[in-house]
C-alpha cells in the first residue's frame, strides 16, 4: 500500500475517533472508567492531527518530514494510551479500549513506517 493511501486511512480514522470521542465522552466515561475530559479533549487533539495527515496524504509524493511526524505522533499516542492504562484505572472495557485503539494506531505507524522507504507506484 503506498504512503498516500495509508497516511488517508490513518487520517480517516483519526478523524472518526476524534469525532466519537468528542461527541460520546460523556456516555463513554463511565463505560470505561476513564476520565471524561481525557476522553474529550483526546479527541478535540484528533481532529487537526487527522486534517494534518489528510493534507499530505492528498500530495502526490508526501513530504518526508510530515510523515515522520505522523510516524512520531503515533507511537507517541501508543505510548500515551498505555501510559493511560497505568494512571487512570480503567476496568475491563476501558483496558480493551485502550490497547485496541493502541494496537490500531501502532499498526498503522507500522505501516507508515515501512513505505516511507518505498517509492510510489510509477517512480524508479
Known sequence: ?????ILALDALTCALMGI???????TL?????????????AGCL?????????VLARQ?????????????GNAAWVLA????????????LGVGFLLA???VVAVLALAEFKAVGRPAAGVA
Open 101 to 103: 485503539q493502541a494496537l
Open 20 to 26: 466519537v470521542l468528542m461527541l460520546s465522552a460523556t
Open 1 to 5: 500500500m503506498s504512503t498516500n493511501k
Open 46 to 54: 484528533l481532529v487537526p492531527i487527522a486534517i494534518f495527515m489528510a
Open 81 to 92: 494510551s498505555l501510559a493511560a492504562l497505568i494512571l487512570t484505572g480503567p476496568n475491563t
Open 29 to 41: 466515561a463511565p463505560l470505561l472508567s476513564l476520565p471524561r475530559d481525557l476522553l474529550f479533549y
Open 60 to 72: 502526490s509524493q508526501p513530504w518526508g518530514t510530515g510523515v515522520w511526524l505522523v510516524i512520531l
